[in-house]
């Protein structure tokens, strides 16, 4: 995700060194394997396995190296990405996405069955909401179709996130569907990543209902 900095520097300086970085983390994020659902391996000593932070540290880059670059050609493969992860990893009753999955449930974290994680985690559904309010803002409005579709699983999103904002703090617990268990903490990072894409998303108006608003400035405050 840092490498976003290499079209900043590019854009001021005109240098084409920038462009030269840019298009070297291009090529390694080209060679990156993934998984047969179409996913990047989160890294290479973790084979087979997408984490919800993946989605952040690859898509932004990928999606704003195809629009200055590439024609857009690959958007299928971003929003892809998202779309296998929502099949993958999103929870119906929560409204969360687990942390993780491994494909051939390998690890031992994984369950056997599902090959998800254990449990859910603020920081990474954070990230993940963040790549999407990333992602929402670089979509052309020619793309409607697509900025639908990445709406629609954006909101399901925050949707779920909301169900377990803690009403007094307006904060969101360490794992935040197990906020009765010893030892768990109302978690400040993970929650202004919550508030972050609240926030951008009632400017870009795809969260325009006044409650989401509202949400995102009560962490704040609760920070």
Known sequence: NAGKLFYFMYDETGEERWKKAADKLMEQLHYQPRLTTGNFWHKLIYPFQVWLDGLYMAQPFYMEYENRFHGRKNYYDIIGQFKSVRR??????????????????????????????PNFWLRSIGWYLMAMADIYAMLPDSRADLQKELAALWKEAIDGMLRWQEPDSGL???????????????????SLMVAYSLLKGARLGVLAEPKYRAAGEKILVGI
């Open 88 to 117: 993958h990893l999103y929870d119906e009753q929560t409204g969360l996405y687990y942390h993780a999955y491994d494909e051939y449930k390998e690890r031992d974290w994984a369950d056997k069955v599902t090959g998800l994680s």
């Open 172 to 190: 969101f617990y360490q794992l935040p569907a197990l906020p009765d268990v010893k030892g768990n903490y109302l978690e400040t990072s993970g």
